[in-house]
């Protein structure tokens, strides 16, 4: 296993380069950024062709420097550099447990009052350079995929969110109760499925905004979260953060012959979280092993998924009807973690008798409202299609209450 980016780079070029980076945060960073990619490229061509309008924003120019913007400024980047600069000086227990060192309350004051100082005097004189004798009030045309840096700022934030508050949910016994203050605070434990609802309602409700139709979205969403979800899942299986399979001592079978045995089954030694029992004369940070092989589930996810983005990104074009890429996804996304939860280390409630997982159960949601939605698409086109239109408001023509408007044309 890869805890940290730095013993991917040793295995790789058998050269220590100490980075503070951890291996599932970087190819959830890398998630994001090909997810963004993917979506901006659908956008534009959805622009091209005239389902997505632009809009206009109103913004008002000239003003002078506020007091409450300067002190705001000061604050956040005092927070950043008081971390920032104590890691520089600490650069050894920064590398060595970077989770733990942000979230402590150790940092550098004077390294803090620096930053912030430099921050706000930056923003000041900014402002003051563009302060006009009369502010004015302009109107910008922009279009969906300039929102793209937004959307993930909103999706990212409350995804996160929506992943923790379901994590807890699920494991409020095991260990929400032990530690309940290391649990809200740890980086870890993040449940997907509630990072995508409340993200995804969250993304929605953002867009509903400036009038882009949740459907057109939810389409895009398709493929985005697709190959971000597999991106993901290559991260959890290079660091080994627990979403492991149940125990698995079973023969491989020959018709899986040709398959690596650490892809049938695997102990993660050196993963994230030492789970498992020390390996001996192992003194590094990261020495646990599982005392028996599970199923490598992450493997099998990435797998599943990235070939359900390759199906939907190869037929995004040929559908007619806007909804059918993303009531695919519901369906081929729901029947993938539903039966890999069996599986799958994870707890299970007991519901009239049958025990399921949480993840099961939002599955099952997922896969009837996507055959809900095909079954809509296909037996009223027409009015999907209509549900699909957009339907033009105020913010999609220039505002007459401003003093400029600015035109930008689709590039």
Not at 58 to 84: A, D, T, V
Request: with cysteine; proline share 6%.
């Amino acid at each position: 296993m890869y805890p940290r980016l730095s013993d991917l780079l040793q295995d790789i070029f058998g050269i220590y380069i100490p980075l503070p980076i951890q291996t599932y945060g970087f190819m959830m960073a890398t998630a994001f950024i090909v997810g963004s990619w993917i979506a901006y490229v659908e956008m534009k061509r959805l622009e091209r062709q005239g389902v997505l309008l632009p809009f206009y924003v109103k913004e008002k120019i000239g003003e002078p420097p506020k007091l409450s913007e300067i002190l705001i400024n000061f604050l956040i980047w005092f927070l950043i550099g008081y971390k920032l600069i104590y890691a520089a000086i600490k650069y050894d227990e920064f590398v060595a447990d970077p989770q733990g060192f942000l979230v402590s309350k150790n940092g550098s004051v004077w390294g803090g009052v620096i930053v912030g100082l430099v921050a706000a005097g930056l923003l000041w004189w900014q402002k003051k350079s563009k302060a006009l004798p009369k502010p004015r009030v302009i109107a910008k045309k922009m279009w969906p995929h300039q929102l793209i840096g937004n959307l993930i700022v909103v999706g990212g934030v409350w995804g996160l969110i929506g992943a923790k508050i379901f994590h807890i949910l699920a494991h409020i016994k095991d260990e929400f109760l032990v530690d309940p203050i290391g649990e809200i605070f740890s980086f870890g434990g993040l449940a997907f499925y509630g990072g995508f609802i409340v993200g995804f309602i969250a993304v929605l409700l953002y867009l509903r905004k400036y009038n882009i139709n949740w459907i057109i979205a939810g389409d895009v969403a398709a493929v985005v979260l697709s190959i971000s979800y597999a991106i993901g899942r290559i991260g959890c299986q290079m660091a080994g953060d627990g979403c492991w399979g149940i125990v698995n001592t079973n023969p491989k079978p020959k018709i899986l012959s040709w398959l690596p045995d650490w892809a049938w089954a695997f102990n993660y030694p050196h993963n994230v979280i030492n789970a498992g029992v020390p390996i001996p004369g192992d003194t590094s940070m990261y020495n646990h092993v599982l005392p028996q092989p599970v199923f490598p589930t992450p493997l099998y996810e990435m797998t599943i998924m990235f070939l359900v983005f390759l199906f939907l990104w190869s037929i995004r074009k040929k559908v007619k009807v806007p909804g059918t890429l993303f009531s695919l996804y519901l369906i081929l996304a729901g029947i993938e973690r539903f039966f890999i939860e069996f599986i799958r280390i994870t707890n299970r409630y007991n519901i009239f008798g049958i025990h399921i997982t949480q993840a099961q159960l939002i599955s099952i949601f997922m896969i009837i409202s996507g055959i809900i939605g095909l079954y809509l698409i296909y037996r009223y086109p027409e009015k999907v299609k209509s549900w699909a239109e957009i339907k033009p408001k105020e913010v999609n023509y220039p505002p007459k209450d401003v003093d400029e408007v600015i035109e930008t044309d689709l590039k």
